[in-house]
């Protein structure tokens, strides 16, 4: 179950954009058998600023000038500011600077795959060793590993990849159609404690800032409609 976050400190970054907050749901365990209605009053209460992605068996709001939406095989929600520097995450050392900081970055992708299918084919750790990750159709969590997570209208799992604060997490949730919907929310390295000069980005015009992040990718994910 995902905790409650207050929303106020996002007012000051969408604020900037024209855009507003989408509000949270009121019961948040509504039953599957009023699920058309609660997806039609979460369609006319679109705050202004926000707009609505209709895809092949998911749709979300977002706030469109603040976020970028980029669409080829997945759907890509992202956030630059500029700032010339160098990647937390080229452990080799050999990449070229970066000219954009990306504060906010998350894929939705859908698969016509099961959730355990699915989880097993992304994270081929979990298929080599089913017995160990399995319990029939729902994974072994783990704390800080694979968690359950709870959105507004869809539910699953959360798995972290990475090291040094470099990574993501990916989210398997599954919708009325068994399909699976795969959530990959890029970890912002240059704002977490993995660097010692946070406070350099923190400055930058326009940035979106960690728990502004955390509260927006909720807000977002509190609209996905299982369709």
């Known amino acids: 179950m995902k905790k409650a976050v207050s929303v106020v400190s996002l007012f000051s970054v969408l604020a900037l954009s024209g855009c507003t907050l989408f509000p949270s749901s009121e019961n948040p365990e ?3 058998s009023a699920s058309s209605a609660s997806n039609a009053s979460a369609e006319s209460s679109l705050p202004v600023g926000w707009n609505r992605y ?3 068996g998911v749709s979300f709001a977002y706030p469109q000038e ?11 929600l992202s ?9 937390p995450c080229d452990f080799k050392g ?12 998350v894929k939705i992708e859908l698969t016509g795959s099961t959730l355990i299918d699915a989880a097993g084919s992304r994270m081929h750790w979990i298929a080599d060793d089913k017995e160990l990750y ?6 072994v969590t783990s704390d800080g590993f694979i968690t359950d997570v709870e959105f507004d209208h869809v539910s699953g799992y959360e798995i972290q990849q990475g090291v040094e604060g470099c990574g993501q997490k990916v989210y398997f949730l599954e919708n009325d159609a068994g399909q699976t919907v795969i959530v990959t929310r890029r970890l912002i390295t240059e704002l977490s404690n993995a660097v010692t ?3 350099e980005y923190l400055k930058i015009p326009g940035v979106i800032k960690p728990e502004e992040e955390d509260e927006l990718f909720l807000q977002i994910m509190d609209t996905l409609l299982r369709r």
């Open 94 to 105: 050999d990449a070229p600077e970066l000219s954009m900081l990306t504060d906010f970055h």
């Open 79 to 87: 956030h630059q500011v500029p700032s010339q520097h160098i990647d």
């Open 30 to 32: 509504s039953s599957s």
């Open 134 to 139: 399995v319990d029939g159709d729902e994974l």
């Open 66 to 76: 603040l976020l970028s939406v980029n669409q080829n095989e997945n759907v890509i």
């Open 54 to 56: 209709v895809g092949d």
């Open 197 to 199: 000069n946070t406070d």
